[in-house]
């Protein structure tokens, strides 16, 4: 189901950085009304939306039974984005408690509506976001959520389209700071690969663990120790230096084994690595 980005920005009144390109003619305007619920649903859908703006979260839970709640309506429009759109969180939170999945919500040119929650905003002020993500959490999403091919939530958060904000209201929830994807990845693995180390220094400060690696070997320690050889002296390396300070503090072995060595190790108990092309052995 796709809603077209220009309507997306239209109803929402806080435009993260990756949907600023995706309609250059499209007014984001804050919490706005100026589209009627009558322009997208009919029947029952209409009444939950005419309801959502009337913030009785009562009779949208009274009209929910029977009802697809994910399903599109006119313009693609979905009720979830329509709550987003006019910015009411115990709307959000309703419909998520309701059983609509915010990450099969989908905004062609921005994502999932729990990705949009993740996304840096212009304005780092900007907390609309991060109540909408909270929203989803208190409607019942998990905080270990993953996608079915074990993309963990956490990791998402973590990487190059997601916050701090993000991170820190999910460990708060009591998210699994460890949950691996298919290949091995952390979200501590992918802060250092999205060169944030910020987050990576609050990920190892709450319970992250660095021993880790990738199924091909690359090692948290490792993508460190590479990431500090394309360095520049600046803040950026200065904040790397205080990871790899951290780790080593923490009982990192430092200089960190290379992947030929993990895979090595890996072997000798008895696991498979997955070898890059040109370094098989």
Known sequence: MLIC????????????????HSDPTATPMLGAKKFRAEEFFSGTPLAIARAIDAGDMALVRKL?????????????????????????YPAVQ?????????????????????????????DP???TGIRLLRAMLDGGLSPSYETPSHDPLLQRAAGPWGTMAAVQLLV????????????GGTA???????????IALYLVNHGADFNTNTTNGVSVGWAVHKELGRQAPGPMRTRFEELRDLMIAKGAKWPPDPPEVVRDHMRAQGLKPAVPPGHAR
């Open 94 to 122: 309703t419909l998520v408690a309701l059983g609509v999945d915010p990450d099969t919500q989908i905004a062609q040119g921005v994502g999932t509506a729990l990705a949009y929650t993740m996304m840096p905003r212009n």
């Open 172 to 183: 708060e929830r009591g998210t699994d700071v460890n949950a691996r994807d298919s290949i």
């Open 64 to 88: 929910a039974p029977g009802v697809n709640l994910a399903a599109p309506g006119r313009r693609d429009m979905t009720l979830m984005w329509f709550a987003m759109g006019r910015l009411n």
């Open 188 to 198: 501590l693995s992918g802060s250092i690969t999205a060169m944030n180390p910020e």
């Open 125 to 127: 002020n900007d907390q």
């Open 5 to 20: 980005a220009a309507w997306l920005l239209l109803l929402c009144g806080c435009e993260p950085q990756k949907a600023a």
